[in-house]
């Protein structure tokens, strides 16, 4: 009897440490997934593609990150570039925290997390954003005087950033440049930091884009023609535009090892997959009536997009190139992004 009851405890004690094994492994990494319908962040074990818990958030969401640690998500409320705020979302607790006002800053649209910061663009203003969640402030912005200001990236050391500015058809490249003083300037004066922008032409509707793993190049897809616009980021001027013929263009991404880039046409639901080094397409998928948003799973194994018209995200095997599964996050999907614990 005492062996059995030992027996007993030790498997009792095994199947606990499994358990907190697994939630440590689901927890760790996990989808976050929009949906504008039912306004709601889905919160997604990406090993299961079971939805863990959903959270309300604005009336339009339209693009969402994590912080570096991975427990809190940020949510921008666009509203066609009138509304100004971006929701919080406590992601261990899965519930809301206080909305970040972004006045005078308007029509949030996408979000990113880099140096403990939250940069957004205000497409309403023509402006990026950024906010720091140690002080509950915004502590810089910078105008760009182009019209729809939209999607972001901005470089690991913060030193750069990248803007697609829609309606008119350009990429902005605005630099974080230290300014020596002048050589008559007196003994106090110090370097100064400034930023200065540099404005590239594109085709009009060029919103999503990317940029390389090796960070040389961006490009950009237009919904207007179908081209795509290829940047080179060291000299920061267009190196080519691409016939590529992917009408309606949303999203463009690039797979993580920068051989492929990945482009959503809202307007057709089609998915079209190119080789870099080429430039071809090498094949077309038809994913529904509408596709949007796509996210690069960090293992390089899949790749997910978001067919907002029929309300489901497509699972994309990078391997073969074709869909594996289908997950149901709510109506209208788009906006994703990874949240990993640290």
Known sequence: MKNHNIATTFSAVLYF?????????????????????????????????????????????????????????????????????????????????????????????DVTYVHDKLWFTAEGSKAVGRYNPATSNLDWSMGTGQDRTHMLHVTADARKIYTTNMSSGTVSILSDTVIQPPPNAPATAKPRTDWFQKVIPASVGSEGFDVLPDGSKLWTAASS???????????????????????GANRLKFTPDGKYAFVSSLS????????????????????????AGILMDTDGTRAFVACSADNYIAVVDLKTFEVTSKLDVGGVPDGMAWSIAK
């Open 17 to 109: 440490v499994c358990m907190m094994n697994c939630h440590a492994q689901t927890g760790k990494k996990l989808l976050l997934a929009l949906s504008k319908a039912d306004h709601t962040l889905a919160i997604v074990d990406p090993a299961t593609l079971k939805v863990l818990g959903r959270v309300p958030v604005g009336i339009d969401p339209h693009e969402v990150v994590a912080s570096s640690d991975g427990k809190i998500a940020y949510v921008a409320i666009y509203g066609g570039g009138t509304l100004h705020e971006i929701n919080v979302i406590d992601l261990v607790n899965k519930k809301a925290l206080p909305t970040i006002d972004t006045r005078p800053l308007f029509g949030p649209h």
């Open 225 to 247: 023609d179908g081209s795509i616009t290829v940047v080179n980021l060291r000299t920061k001027t267009q190196e080519k535009k691409i016939d590529a013929k992917v009408m």
């Open 268 to 291: 057709t639901g089609d998915l079209f997959i190119i080789e870099v080094s080429t430039q071809k397409q090498i094949k077309k998928l038809s994913l529904g009536r509408g596709a």
